[in-house]
C-alpha cells in the first residue's frame, strides 16, 4: 500500500475491502457487481458496510453558505446526474440539512491530508464528502457519481453504504488532443473535457499548432489563421472530401474552454510546435519566421516535414508576440513548445544560421535546438512560466529550463529525472491512442500499430532504476491521441474509451492497489454509462473473433468447418447462435470449437456476468465466396515489409464507417496467405486510387520502387512469395483522380495446392498509392 503523508498505513485487513462485492440491492435501480465496487479509478482506501442510500427526485445536495469550493462541486453533481440518470437535483446552502441529504463541506480537519485528497461517506442517514480543498471535494462529487451511474438508467436509484478515503498518485494526469492534424471544434473539445473530469484528469494538452494547420486566433498576426488554418486536401471537392479544410479557435473560444476546463478542476496545456512542425506558420509569414525564404503552402503531408522555424531575432520577436497573447489566455504554469521530429536540414543548408552557430560558439544542429529551447524558456520563465518539451529537447544537451515529456519510449523521462528535471511520461509504445487496439478487419483508420486494453493498464510509470529522490521528478502521465486518422468525434470516442479508463487508473490509483481482474469486473458498469452517456467507446477488447483454424481448401472440400471464437480480453461469456438469430443471455455459451456444415452464418457476442453486453455481435458468413475472399485487414504484410497505416479512402473525410485500406508506406505489397488455388482460373480484386500525403524525410529512401512495364504500373501476383512466379500482371488504368475505386480481373493460370500470393503494385512511387479492399479467387462456377 502507499502510505500517506501522515505515515498511516491503512490496516492489512482493509485490503480485501477496496474490491469487496457490492450489496445486492433490491430497491428501483439497484445493482449487484461480481467483484468490485463500479470505481474507476480506483480509490486508495475502501471500507464497505451493509446497506444503502436512496437517491431520487427528493434528494437534497446541500453546502454550507459561502462554502464555495462545496457548491461548485455540488453543482457539477447535481449536471451530472441529471445528464445521466435525468433527476433534477437544485443544490442548497444550508447548515441543517434534511435526513439522507448529499452534503458537501470544505473541512480543514479532514483526515486525509493528500493534495486533493476526500472523504466519502455513505449510510442510509446521507452523504457526506469532506476534502481540505476546493479539488477534492469535486473529485468526491464524481466517485459519488460513479457510484449513482453505474447501472445506465433513468430515475432513481440505490448507492452502497461505503466509507472511502482517496487522494490521487501523480499531480499530472494528462490527456493530449492533437487538433492541427484534424481541427474538431469547441463541442467536441468540452465532451472530451468532460470525460476527463469523470475519470479524474486535470491536464488537457492542447496540440494547437503543426504542419497541416494553426489552431489559435493570434490578433497580432492574422495571417497565421487567415492562410495558417487552412489547406486544400488531396482529392479536394472529390468522393465527398471538401474543398478547403480547417478551422481554428477564437481568443473568446479559448477563454470559454480554459474556463470549462478550470471548472471541472482541468488545467489547459497549449502546445505550439518549434522549431519543427512550422509549415502552418511558415506559410503564413515566410519573411518573419522562415529560414529559406520560401512561401510553402500548408502542409497535407502527415508525418515530417522539413520547414523550421528561424533562429534570427526576427524569428524570435514572433514567437515572444505570440506567447505573450499565449499566456494572456491560458493561466497554466506549462506551456508546451513541442521540439519532437525537428529535421535539421534547413538550418545546415542555411549559411545565415551556420553563422549564427558559429557566433554563438553552437557546434552542431542539436545544440542549436537547445540553445533555441532555453531562449524560449527563460522567457517564459519571466512571465512566471515553465517550458515543457519533447524528449528530443534531450538531444542537443537538456536545456537548463526545460521539463520533459517523453514519448519515445521512456529513457527520455529517466535520463531527465537522473538530472533533476521534471518528467510526463507519454511514451507511443503504452500510450499512444491513435494505434489501433486489435488486428480484427473491423478497426477502423489509425496505426496499424496495436495497443490494446491490458497493455495500457499494464504501464508504470515511475521506472525502476529511479532512486526515490529522482521519482518525485515523475510529475505523472499522459494518454495522447494525435489527429492524422481522428476526423470526428466518433473517432475521438472509439480511441479513447475504454482505454482511457485504464490510463486514468494508472494515474489516480496506488500502484499496490491496481489489479487487472478487478478493473474488468469495474468495466461493465463503464460500459452502461458510455450507452447513458451517448459515447461511442470501442468494444474491440471484448469483440469476438469468429476464426477457422483449418486450410479453406480443406473446408471447401468437405463442406464443413470447426470454429472457434476467442476475445482479446477474457471475460464474460461468449454467447452464439447458427441459425440466423442475434444471440442473447440466452444463447449457447461457448465452451470449444464447433462445427458447422457450409453454408452457415455464425452470430456471436460477449455478456459480462450480470448480463452487459460489452461488445456488439460480430457475424460470419462461411460459404465457398467469402472463403476464397480476403478483406483489406485479412491480407498480410510480404516478407520485406511492414503494414504501417490504415487509411482512409481520403485524408479528410469525416464518416467512421468509410472504407479503409491497410498500407505498408514502404513496400506497395500484400499477402494472401494460404490461397486454396486447386480449381481456381481467375482473381479480381477491389483497388482504391489513395493520397500519397506523408512526409518521409529522410526515410524517403526506403520507399522501393519495382519495376513496371507500362506508364501507370500493374497489379503483380506472384506465386508464393514476391520472387516466385508471376501468375497474372494487371495493368493499373490511367488517371489520377484520388479516391476512384476500380477492379482489376485476370485469369490465373492452372496450380495445384495451396500457396501464398503476393501482390506488388509496380505504380510509380512520386504518384499515388493504392489500396487493395478486396481480392477474390473465382472458378469456372463463378
Known sequence: MTVGSNGRKPAARHLGRRLALAAALACTGGLAHADALPLIPLPADIRQTEGSLAIDAHTVIAYAPGDRGAEAAAVYLAAELKRSRGLSLTPIPTRQPPHGAIVLRTDPATRVTQADGYTLDITGDGARIASRGDAGL??????????????????????????????????????????????????????????????????????????????????????????????????????????????????????????????????????????????????????????????????????????????????????????????????????????DEAVKDQWKQSPAVQAKMASLGIKDENALQSWFTDRLGDYLAKHGRRLIGWDEILEGGLPRTASVMSWRGVEGAVAAAKQDHDVVLAPAGWMYFDNLQSDRADEPNGRLSVLDLKRVYGFEPVDASLTPEQARHVLGTEATLWSEFIPSTRHIQHALFPRLDAMAEIAWSP??????????????????????????????????????????????????????????????????????????????????????????????????????????????????????????????????????LRMPLLPDLGAMDTAVFDIDLFHACWAYPAAPLDGITGIRVDVARLARNYGLAHELSKVVSYPAKTAYGELEIHQDTCAGPLLASLPLPPGKSLGERFVLQGKLPAVRGDHDLCLRSTAPITGPLYGLGSVKLTGPAQ
Open 138 to 339: 469535486f473529485y468526491g462529487a464524481v466517485t459519488l457519481w460513479q457510484l449513482a451511474s453505474a447501472d445506465g438508467q433513468q430515475g432513481a436509484t440505490h448507492v452502497p453504504d461505503v466509507a472511502i478515503r482517496d487522494w490521487p498518485r501523480f499531480a499530472w494526469r494528462g490527456l493530449m488532443l492533437d487538433v492541427a492534424r484534424h481541427f474538431h471544434d469547441v463541442a467536441a473539445v468540452k465532451q472530451v473535457l468532460d470525460a476527463m473530469a469523470e475519470h479524474k484528469l486535470n491536464v488537457f494538452h492542447w496540440h494547437l499548432s503543426d504542419d497541416q494547420g494553426w489552431r489559435i486566433q493570434i490578433r497580432r498576426y492574422p495571417r497565421l489563421t487567415d492562410v495558417g488554418a487552412w489547406r486544400t486536401p488531396p482529392g479536394a471537392g472529390t468522393f465527398g472530401e471538401p474543398e478547403r479544410y480547417g478551422g481554428f479557435y477564437t481568443q473568446e473560444q479559448i477563454r470559454d474552454v480554459v474556463a470549462y476546463a478550470a471548472a471541472r478542476h482541468i488545467t489547459v496545456v497549449p502546445e505550439l510546435d518549434m522549431p519543427g512542425h512550422a509549415q502552418a506558420a511558415v506559410a503564413a509569414y515566410p519573411e518573419l519566421v522562415g529560414v529559406t525564404g520560401e512561401h510553402p503552402a500548408v502542409s497535407v503531408d502527415w508525418g515530417v516535414n522539413p520547414y523550421l522555424y528561424n533562429v534570427d531575432d526576427k524569428s524570435f520577436t514572433f514567437i515572444e508576440n505570440v506567447l505573450d497573447e499565449v499566456m494572456a489566455l491560458f493561466p497554466s504554469t506549462y506551456i508546451h513548445l513541442g521540439g
Open 511 to 644: 500502484r499496490d492497489v491496481r489489479n487487472w481482474d478487478s478493473f474488468l469486473q469495474r468495466l461493465p458498469a463503464q460500459v452502461r454509462r458510455y450507452a447513458a452517456l451517448d459515447i461511442d467507446a470501442s468494444d474491440t477488447a471484448f469483440a469476438p473473433g469468429i476464426h477457422l483454424d483449418e486450410p479453406v481448401s480443406g473446408i471447401l472440400r468437405a463442406g464443413k468447418a470447426t470454429v472457434r471464437i476467442d476475445t482479446q480480453v477474457t471475460f464474460g461469456t461468449i454467447r452464439y447462435t447458427t441459425d440466423g438469430s442475434l444471440p442473447d443471455t440466452q444463447a449457447k455459451a461457448y465452451a470449444a470449437p464447433f462445427d458447422v456444415t457450409l453454408p452457415t452464418t455464425v452470430r456471436a457476442a460477449t455478456f459480462a456476468p450480470d448480463g452487459t453486453r460489452m461488445a456488439a455481435v460480430r457475424s460470419r458468413v462461411i460459404d465457398r465466396d467469402t472463403l476464397l475472399t480476403r478483406r483489406t485487414g485479412e491480407l498480410t504484410k510480404c516478407a520485406d515489409g511492414s503494414l504501417g
